[in-house]
């Protein structure tokens, strides 16, 4: 265990240092909470496997699930992961601009500005799903079986939501 403790601090270390050589100040923000939300997920992963090695008792496999759903949502870090893509998408039109003002740009700038309006489009359907998944877990924290159903439709509707999103048609 003490081994791949070292291993991942060590990756943590190689990521951090990657992060620190990001450019913008709002993308080196953006990796900085993800890896954040990695390292947080890695952690209670870590502390889960020593406990059932420890013990033999599977129980606390769930208990880390739990831990990590009420932590961590997978709804907050497609936004996040959202927000990153929009972040690059806005740098590589900065990009663009510098290279001129000829057809080939403006196509790459025009097509650029839609991928920005589709990502915006899904970041507020996740930010809406993200406001509708805490009430659920507020309103229904005492009943699991209620709370993982609604969960559960909210997932499946969310992604129908985004699916929906999918070929925003920006590279026509």
Do not use: F, W
């Not at 502390?47 to 059932?52: A, E, G, P």
């Not at 001129?100 to 589709?118: A, F, H, M, P, Q």
């Amino acid at each position: 265990m003490t081994t791949q403790d070292n291993q991942m601090q060590e990756r943590m270390n190689e990521a951090k240092a990657q992060i620190a050589q990001i450019e913008g100040p709002q993308m080196r923000a953006l990796a900085m909470k993800e890896l954040e939300q990695m390292s947080g997920m890695v952690g209670i992963m870590g502390n889960t496997s020593r406990k059932m090695g420890d013990t033999n008792d599977l129980r606390h496999l769930g208990e880390g699930m739990q831990q990590l759903n009420e932590l961590y949502s997978i709804l907050q870090h497609t936004l996040l992961q959202s927000q990153q893509a929009t972040r690059q998408i806005k740098l590589n039109i900065e990009e663009l601009r510098k290279q001129g003002n000829d057809d080939y740009t403006r196509i790459k700038i025009n097509e650029s500005n839609c991928l920005i309006n589709c990502n915006r489009r899904k970041e507020r359907i996740l930010e809406q799903a993200i406001e509708k998944e805490n009430n659920i877990k507020i309103q229904h924290k005492d009943d699991e079986d209620k709370r993982d159903e609604m969960l559960g439709n909210l997932y499946e509707e969310t992604l129908t939501q985004m699916h929906r999103l999918m070929d925003c048609g920006c590279s026509n």
